[in-house]
């Protein structure tokens, strides 16, 4: 016989304390690095500095937005693999159900690059 157990607020006092001093950790930390790290600015400290390299012309010059575009359209299929992972460890589990329900999925997505192609979203000019 299987009895049914309550859990009482009490039971999330661990996980309460443990957000408590999480917090408390990061605010003392931020509030020593302000306090102890130094202070004084020179002209030599407030240039930029690029790994090394001598600055070069002005750092907010614009460029493409085609750079985003394609970063974030990969990282929107690259997410979409994730959900793949599952479906192929329980593909004998989800049988033919499963499998049209993937291909579903993958539909969708050959829809969305279709549309991405359609809209030159990956053409270089």
């Not at 012309?57 to 493409?64: M, V």
Request: glycine letters at 8%.
């Amino acid at each position: 016989m299987l009895l049914a157990v309550q859990s009482t607020p009490l039971d999330f006092l661990p996980i309460a304390l443990m957000f408590v001093v999480a917090l408390g950790f990061v605010v003392i930390m931020l509030f020593l690095t302000h306090q102890l790290g130094p202070k004084k600015k020179s002209k030599v400290k407030l240039e930029t500095f690029e790994c090394g390299i001598e600055v070069q012309g002005n750092a907010r010059l614009p460029f493409s937005i085609k750079y985003f575009l394609v970063a974030i359209l990969f990282v929107l299929f690259d997410v979409e693999v994730i959900f793949m992972y599952p479906w192929a460890v329980n593909f004998k589990q989800l049988g033919l159900i499963g499998f049209v329900e993937m291909l579903t999925f993958v539909g969708f997505l050959l829809v969305g690059f279709y549309y991405i192609l359609k809209k030159g979203a990956l053409k270089w000019e």
